[in-house]
């Protein structure tokens, strides 16, 4: 959903700064390392910069997104091993402390209480 909203939100920035571009008629040069532009319009020159910045922090976000689901699905797998290991555990020392009578009814002969 949030991503819905973003992207509603980013349409909306864009129509706007398309209209700003038809209406206004500054221009800049620009000059990059082995081009310059000539008569760039300024408002188009703030567009690409917003869209670039967008698009650099979105992928930013997705690569955070997807490690932080990698590093949960592995401590997922970690707390299910470490679980069935206590529970393993937890089974072993119940066995180990029941004690086991070979014939209960024998006990019971034994002992005297039958009468």
Known sequence: MKIAVTLFW??????????????VGQTVNID??????????????????VLAGFLLGLT???????KGKKEEARLRKTIKRLNEE???MNNTNVMAEQPRLENPAATEGESGENT
């Open 60 to 66: 930013f976000w997705l690569v955070r997104l997807i």
């Open 86 to 88: 206590m529970a393993s």
């Open 10 to 23: 980013i349409i909306i920035v864009a129509l706007l700064l398309g209209l700003f571009s038809l209406n």
């Open 32 to 49: 990059l390392l082995f081009t310059e532009l000539e008569k760039v319009n300024l408002v188009a020159v703030i567009y690409v910069s």
